[in-house]
T-cell receptor, first 111, second 114 residues
Framework: AQSVTQLGSHVSVSEGALVLLRCNYS??????LFWYVQYPNQGLQLLLK??????LVKGINGFEAEFKKSETSFHLTKPSAHMSDAAEYFC?????????FGKGTRLHILP | DAGVTQSPTHLIKTRGQQVTLRCSPI?????VSWYQQVLGQGPQFIFQ???????GRGNFPDRFSARQFPNYSSELNVNALLLGDSALYLC?????????????FGPGTRLTVT
């Protein structure tokens, strides 16, 4: 069964530092993979998605993720964190025409 | 173009009551999916409808039901509400179920059960 595991329920980084949020997937076939962001008391916003085209996927707000089949990983990165990046981030995988979400990682930005 | 819309934005219900949540998909989208997001967790799949037929159901009790109308809008009904039903309910739409990578989410309805 396809699923995702997000490593770290909370991650803190200093403003201007590298953001790295980790996600590993389990899938028997190349999956569709997603990263979503959720700001407090809001819905989900799609950051980026992998659909078996380029392995390095660029998203909105300066985020990108790299699909590594050998490591079954789809980690999210941003070179320089901004205070406005503080939010909950969800990694997700598609299965049977629906999306399976990870448990989320809350990103804290330290001034 | 308007995105996925959901109503109401918030509502408060008492245990044992029934609730109906509404979703309007993006124009032209025929597939609607419902997700439940309990505080501190990722969203969980409840239902998928396509062309007014149920195409998939998650691991939720029979108290949860849904339907899709000829204009492709959808309603989610929850009977005999429990405290644990308090959550953000998200609706998502796509042109068809297989195009899950082009699924768009609405802002959600926050349900509080007291």
């Amino acid at each position: 069964a396809q699923s995702v595991t997000q490593l770290g329920s909370h991650v803190s980084v200093s403003e201007g530092a590298l953001v790295l949020l980790r996600c590993n997937y389990s899938s028997s076939v190349p999956p569709y993979l997603f990263w979503y962001v959720q700001y407090p008391n809001q819905g989900l916003q799609l950051l980026l998605k992998y659909t078996s085209a380029a392995t390095l996927v660029k998203g909105i707000n300066g985020f990108e993720a790299e699909f590594k089949k050998s490591e079954t990983s789809f980690h999210l990165t941003k070179p320089s964190a901004h205070m406005s990046d503080a939010a909950e981030y969800f990694c997700a995988v598609s299965r049977d025409d629906k999306i399976i979400f990870g448990k989320g990682t809350r990103l804290h930005i330290l001034p | 173009d308007a995105g996925v819309t959901q109503s109401p934005t918030h509502l408060i219900k008492t245990r044992g009551q029934q609730v109906t949540l509404r979703c309007s998909p993006i124009s032209g989208h025929k597939s609607v999916s419902w997700y439940q997001q309990v505080l501190g967790q990722g969203p969980q799949f409840i239902f998928q409808y396509y062309e007014k037929e149920e195409r998939g159901r998650g691991n939720f009790p029979d108290r949860f039901s849904a339907r899709q109308f000829p204009n492709y809008s959808s309603e989610l009904n929850v009977n005999a509400l429990l405290l644990g039903d308090s959550a953000l309910y998200l609706c998502a739409s796509s042109l068809e179920p297989a195009l899950v990578y082009e699924q768009y989410f609405g802002p959600g309805t926050r349900l509080t059960v007291t």
